[in-house]
């Protein structure tokens, strides 16, 4: 025992290599504790992994064979490290930064409208937990160039609904039915008095939304290879995440908060079905 923790000591303690081999702890440590805000590429694992091998390796034969560091090997060492890594890296902050960032279920609180500078009703904002006998269906923000999209969808008993609609009624901005129908969508957005920037609003009110569903035994190693997640969908036979795009016609709308005057338009909309068995929270953050 006290032979294996000298050459531990040895190990992560001792030169050479001591501070390449913290570093590499330590970029262990980064990549994890970042990993809920980037999705790494499973290259980006198998060369860090690669990589942290070779090098304790290294260390090891040194250690057993108490011989001198081998000629430049630290400077090929970090020449193949990082011509490899860099690619991979820019690759994975790429799809990051514009893509569907998740599709958890236990993450439903990032989708949720919340606003620190207090623009949405207090009873709006990012709840604790969830009402009674309401659960999550599917959660997802979309992250794009033009801006953050983020759609929750939620089912439970009628009375439950109906008294969540009614805290959303009495903060909405105004409503209306969404639907292609006369007296719908269409016609009381045309009707209504607009700030400058109305086609925000009419571009973002789609008469579907999409219900995000995991499929485990569908998984695929190619995508995760080159993203780190697996490919998105119409198909469950042929997708790890797949999407079901639902009709969203007949369901009332509430807008409960706005800012088409400021440089960064933002709308938020509260959905529920006819039955009052389905609410959905759209948040749309758009870039100018």
């Avoid at 439970?156 to 009495?170: A, C, L, P, W």
């Avoid at 006819?274 to 759209?282: A, V």
Wanted: with cysteine; glycine share 4%; hydrophobic share 40%.
């Amino acid at each position: 025992m006290r032979q294996c923790v000298l050459y531990l000591k040895e190990l992560f303690l001792g030169a050479p290599y001591r501070k390449s081999i913290w570093f590499f702890i330590t970029l262990w440590v980064l990549t994890f504790l970042f990993s809920d805000e980037i999705s790494y590429s499973g290259l980006y694992y198998l060369i860090l992994l690669v990589a942290t091998i070779v090098l304790l390796f290294e260390k090891c034969s040194v250690i057993d064979s108490e011989k001198g560091i081998r000629k430049s090997f630290l400077t090929y060492f970090y020449v193949i490290f990082f011509l490899c890594m860099l690619p991979t890296l820019v690759v994975t902050l790429v799809f990051s930064a514009v893509r569907i960032s998740h599709y958890d279920t236990q993450l439903w609180h990032s989708t949720w409208p919340s606003s620190k500078a207090g623009y949405i009703p207090h009873p709006l904002q990012t709840p604790k937990f969830l009402p009674e006998r309401v659960k999550v269906v599917s959660s997802a923000e979309v992250i794009g160039m033009g801006g953050n999209k983020s759609c929750l969808v939620l089912d439970g008993d009628k009375d439950t609904i109906s008294q969540f609609e009614e805290t959303v009624k009495s903060n909405a901005w105004y409503s209306f039915i969404n639907g292609r129908d006369k007296d719908t969508t269409v016609e009381v957005l045309n009707s209504f008095t607009y700030p400058k920037d109305k086609n925000v609003l009419v571009s973002d009110v789609s008469n579907y939304y999409e219900i995000i569903t995991i499929r485990r035994q569908n998984w695929k190693l190619v995508p995760w290879i080159i993203n780190g997640t697996q490919s998105v969908g119409d198909d469950p036979n042929e997708d790890y995440y797949y999407s079901t795009r639902i009709s969203a016609e007949k369901y009332i709308v509430y807008v409960v908060y706005h800012n088409f005057d400021q440089d960064q338009p933002r709308a938020i909309y509260f959905m529920f079905n006819p039955e009052r068995t389905r609410m959905i929270t759209m948040d749309i953050d758009v870039y100018h």
